[in-house]
């Protein structure tokens, strides 16, 4: 069993019952035993920033939509994501604007390098059986992707 | 010639959520609504499943509210066992759920509305958000996020797991509790306790400001209707209890087991939306409310000592029975109140160290079950056949039911913000603000990272005029 390097925690997201959102948690259960910390949010949002314990680096692995191919992985520092504007329901507050959040109320706990690891998606208002082929393809070129970023040390 | 704007909150999730707002060719207001598309297929994906496996898998249905579907699910699964939960185990599922209350509750009033109150319906997009509202009081936001952290921590202990629930099963709950648990727990509640002297008067204070600044908000954003809650003991119940009905004056229309609930529930298929609607069926069919506010009308009391004198302060703001959109939130208020000290009292209840579990077999049959979910009733219902098999799944989630409400909040906001104005900022934040109030579960895939939030596109006659982006 691998030490737990405390200097990067990975946060998974994503609903593990519907179609492509269900990736994130997929990501999350092929990477168990990885040396980084470990965590999975089914909404993600600001429900991530009490599991943040001054880690240097954060990753975060999420179904995305940016108009691309589905499967193709985004790999983006926090501060060049799109910003969300305000939200009708609460099940909507964005990864940027959670940094931000964080960033203002708990800077000794926030992570010096944030990244996300997008996965795009186009399917996610059908089940899990449902998930996109093309999805379904990246999700071992993303695991391959993260455990070098970890390696690296980012 | 007629007009229709139509406004689409972009997320993550394309066309996930649009609202339309229908002008005839006079400029006057035709129609108004939510468009909903939820996921599909999720009661499907229930039948064949074991049964005693649905408190844990409709948990995942939602992100946001999973403990809500947990222990609908067990309180379904106890009904189609014939047996009846120990009072040590309902005691802990209401303790669990009090937790997740207090994080629910935070999170929509802080995070979702906390913007409009603080920086007003009329500020600057850039700014209105949850960061404009973390940067311009963060000392405030700090203890609304560390009472959220509190409820989930409670949520978890009790739960087994933060975001999805595991300890709530059929008969019972296999939860432990052990003295130094009850210390860790009763230090949380303390804590949670502390921090509403800051809170309360902080949030009113920013509701009744946004009221003055808003007066339509006060005369002309009022609907009245029916309401659903639940009531146990004479006082609000969210577990367990008889679902009791009143209509727009607060009169009690009848009070019935939720076994009986298609009897007056009645789902409806509208044309724009994969969501049902759903209305009452009493004497005619009737638009109602469900979530903090229609359990506030319809039962009117809580039973601990904090939250029935802020009862008594939100009726002599808002009236009793109260139809003030914009209550919601105060409702909400109150009933955080209510789960510090109702978790307070659980903890301190003998009965909670008694047995937590009973045995359970199903000899085939139905299973219906219902919680007040932090955003209303919410209501599970499955065919089990003797081998324990789901044979058919039937889910009404509060949403559904407050969806005429809604629809005809909407229509009032753009009564009063939109018609005859033509100030498309005005219009964006009126129409979002009123379907905030009532926090719809659009689906429980919408998360992290956003783009175009919103966008408007006005169109006669079927083609596009104008459209705007923010």
Redesign the interface.
Known sequence: MPTTDPSTIIIC??????AD?AVGFEIYNRLAGCSARLE????????M??LLNGETDMI?V?????GTLPGMIHVIPWDA??R??????????????TI??GT??YPGTMPERIT?V?IEGCC?????EFMTSGVQDAIDTAVTTITEMVARGQ | MKKTIRID?V????G??KVFINLNDDGQLENAGLVV??????E??LIGMEADRMPH?TA??C??C?TAHHIAASNALDYAAGVKAPPAAMLLRELMYMGHIIH?HS??IF??QG?DLVMGLDAD?AV????GI??AN?EL??IA?RL??IG?KINEMVGGR???PVTSVAGGITFVLDQEKKKIIQEWINEARGLLPTVVPAVKGLLLNALDKHPAMLHDWVAPSWGLGTVLNDRISLIEGQLRAIDETGATKIEFGVEDYDKYLIESVVEWS?MKKVHFKLDGLHEYRVGPMARMNAVRRFGTELADAECAEFAKLGGSPCHLTVFQTYAKLVETIWAIERADEIINDPFVWGETRVPVSFKGGRGVGHVEAPRGTLIHDYEIDEKGIVRAANLIVATQQNYAIINRSIEQAAQSHVIGKSDDTALLNAV?FS??CY????????????????EIAITRGGKTVKTIR?
């Open positions: 997201i994503g609903n593990e019952l519907i959102d999975y949010c089914s909404v993600g949002g600001i429900d920033l009490p975060v999420d179904a995305v939509q940016f994501l799109p969300s504007s305000s939200a009708i329901s609460s099940h909507g507050l964005g990864l940027r604007e931000e959040i203002i109320l996300l997008g996610f208002d059908r089940t899990r | 909150p997320t993550r999730i394309e996930h959520a598309n939820e996921l599909r297929g999720f499907k994906i898998i995942r249905i992100g946001v999973p629910s999170l929509s995070v979702l913007p997009p209105r958000n949850v960061v973390v940067q963060p936001a700090r996020l959220r952290t989930q933060g975001t999805h994969y979002e379907i905030r926090d719809p579960c659009l689906s429980c895939a919408t998360h992290a990272v956003g783009r175009m939030p919103l923010r």
